[in-house]
């Protein structure tokens, strides 16, 4: 099975946030990130399962909630806007 052209530009946005450099131009807020982390998961595992986290686990839990946010997503529509994210940074810090 061939990768479609929006699942390798998928791939290499992923592969593009993995290996930014810690020191480099932009630094994601705490939000930016957990979008990030919220379409990752959604384009590669669907919607969120499980029930949410507890209070004593905040991390977990606003990892949870995000994922939560954009539930009922495609797989193709959670790709194409973290390709769309990537690219609005790229245009912004180089």
């Given at each position: 099975m061939t990768m479609s052209d929006l699942e390798r530009r998928f791939q290499e946005a992923v592969d593009k946030v993995r290996?930014?450099?810690?020191?480099?131009?932009?630094k994601p807020s705490n939000d930016f990130k957990l979008k990030m982390y919220?379409?990752?998961?959604?384009?590669?595992?669907?919607?969120?399962?499980?029930?949410?986290p507890g209070m004593l686990n905040p991390v977990e839990r606003y990892?949870?909630?995000a994922w939560k946010d954009v539930?009922?997503?495609?797989?193709?529509?959670?790709?194409?806007?973290y390709i769309a994210e990537v690219e609005a940074v790229e245009a912004q810090y180089g």
């Open positions: 290996h930014a450099p810690a020191d480099g131009a932009f919220a379409l990752y998961r959604q384009a590669t595992d669907g919607d969120v399962t499980g029930r949410k990892k949870w909630q539930e009922g997503q495609s797989r193709e529509q959670a790709m194409a806007a």
